[in-house]
């Protein structure tokens, strides 16, 4: 592990911790733009289920199923947005590392909420249309290739990496 002290080696440009900790900061923010995007597309959907038509005929567990899939998506915009809203405050105030840190804490949490999301939404869908098993087959597949691609992927590549 690197003295945080020193500057840090990319490419063949030397990095303060100071300019590391911007870096870290812009490169999170856009991979957040990606994912806010998709958030903001599925909770405009969810939030007008409600008001069509075939939304009463929803038995007890798809209502329930829409309020996880509700809840998640905003749970996930609001640790999205999050560090966008503090960066304001906490603008030219020499914590841009706690920051970054914290984004990235954020962003995790996010993804999770996203994914909890998504996987809702898919078996509500799926059993308003189908009988039987194939709704919790398709979510079940959904979660898996979730977290696959989202966390378990990314930590074997972390680990093998030496990167715990």
């Known amino acids: 592990m690197s003295d945080p002290e020193q500057p840090a080696r990319r490419g063949t440009q030397e990095e303060s911790p100071a300019e590391r900790a911007d870096r870290n900061f812009v490169e999170l923010l856009q991979g957040f733009r990606v994912a806010v995007t ?38 996930a915009s609001l640790f999205f947005i999050a560090p966008v809203a503090q960066h304001r405050i906490l603008f030219r105030q020499g914590l841009k590392e706690s920051l970054v840190r914290r984004s990235n804490l954020y962003g995790m949490i996010g993804t999770l909420a996203l994914a909890v999301s998504i996987t809702a939404s898919t078996m509500m869908v799926v059993d308003y249309i189908f009988n039987g098993a194939l709704p919790l087959v398709t979510a079940a597949g959904a979660a898996a290739l979730a977290a696959w691609l989202w966390f378990i992927e990314p930590m074997i590549h972390r680990a093998r990496n030496g990167n715990s």
Do not use: N
């Open 38 to 75: 998709g958030i903001q597309v599925l909770f405009a959907f969810l939030l007008t289920v409600p008001f069509s038509v075939g939304f009463a005929k929803l038995d007890s567990f798809d209502r329930w199923l829409y309020y996880v899939a509700l809840v998640g998506a905003a749970v």
